[in-house]
């Protein structure tokens, strides 16, 4: 067993009480934390739905932006509490959870650092598997679990090709407009 340092009590208890509201959607905090993370999950597939509408995205393309980036900090932020609510972090990581919530706000951070990328924000409505675990569809975990494995295992695959995209784009003389 791993040495854990101590913790104080108030850093306990707040991780207790994110804890719930995170992952009890039995209360009253819980259903409306999942609530709120529904309507921002369904927002951003309608956002991106919008923005690849060739005219909607050259008359409202800076709001699409902005609003995709409000969306990706606020859905960093709970990845974050997520991490850190947990008992075992590394344990959540690579959980099939995990890896959507991971996977579905990293392009538009490698938007950043590789041009092109942005392209990749279809990969963005992968959230929507995170309403498995908000309406609680159970029938579907098997199926969901499967396909987080299949991810989890071509990581390497997938890995190389956002880089391989970002590198042909850039080379290509793409920029994010194109």
């Known amino acids: 067993m791993a040495y854990e340092p101590e913790i104080p009590e108030t850093r306990k208890s707040l991780r207790k009480q994110i804890h719930t509201i995170i992952f009890e959607a039995d209360t ?7 609530l709120i993370v529904l309507a921002a999950i369904l ?27 409000i969306l990706t900090i606020l859905f960093t932020m709970e990845y974050i509490l997520r991490i850190y609510s947990v008992k075992r972090p590394w344990h959540y990581i690579r959980s099939f959870y995990g890896i959507i919530d991971l996977v579905a706000i990293l392009p538009s ?13 279809v990969v963005r409505a992968i959230r929507l598997l995170r309403i498995f675990r908000i309406l609680k569809l159970v029938y579907f975990m098997r199926e969901a679990r499967l396909l987080g494995q299949a991810l989890y295992a071509s990581r390497g695959k997938i890995s190389i090709f956002y880089f391989c995209f970002a590198d042909g784009h850039y080379y290509r003389g793409g920029n994010v407009s194109d």
């Open 43 to 69: 927002f951003s597939v309608v956002l991106v739905m919008l923005e690849s509408v060739n005219r909607l995205s050259i008359a409202y393309g800076y709001w699409f932006r902005l609003l995709e980036w």
């Open 109 to 121: 951070y490698l938007s950043l650092v590789f041009s092109g990328v942005h392209m990749l924000v």
């Open 28 to 34: 009253p905090a819980g259903k409306a934390f999942d």
